[in-house]
């Protein structure tokens, strides 16, 4: 087995990223890794007709200021668990930039959530947990929200 210095472990401060943050931890406790607690949020856009993009400043300031807060307070309430805990927050796909930073990051191992969605809501909804499977270079490790 390789050795696993630094965890990647996504958040989108639902259950089953939430379990997964956890579970991250604990498997980052014991062998001793260290965990970088990732968010990745979509800045909403809206498109017109003749071809014209806009997003609000505004909106997206304030999406920044409410992710980064409950980014802040995930680290916070899994502090003092014996584990090194860092975080990053990046706007984008989050599927992209989920293999984009555990590149950048270093990581052995990325650990992520998913719902277990099946049929037509997956096929409607895609699944980031997929396409990171795909793409990743880096070893990934999904875990069932319960």
């Known amino acids: 087995m390789l050795p696993i210095k630094k965890i990647l472990a996504l958040i989108a401060f639902d ?30 856009q809206y498109s017109f007709p003749d ?25 916070k309430t899994r502090q003092g668990r014996g584990v090194e805990l860092s975080s990053v927050l990046v706007t984008g796909n989050p599927w992209e930039e989920i293999v984009r930073v555990a590149k950048s990051e270093n990581a052995d191992l990325v650990v992520m959530g998913t719902h277990g969605r099946r049929g037509m809501s997956r096929a409607l909804l895609g699944s980031v947990a997929e396409q990171v499977l795909r793409t990743s270079t880096v070893p990934v490790l999904v875990v069932r929200g319960s």
């Not at 089953?16 to 909403?44: F, H, K, M, T, W």
């Not at 400043?57 to 200021?65: G, M, N, P």
Request: glycine share 4%; charged share 15%; with cysteine.
């Open 15 to 44: 259950q089953a990223e939430s379990d997964s943050l956890d579970y991250a931890v604990r498997l980052a406790n014991q062998v001793g890794a260290a965990v970088c607690v990732l968010n990745v949020y979509p800045i909403p």
């Open 51 to 75: 071809g014209t993009i806009i997003t609000s400043a505004q909106l997206a300031a304030q999406l920044s200021e409410t992710a980064q807060k409950h980014l802040d307070e995930a680290v």
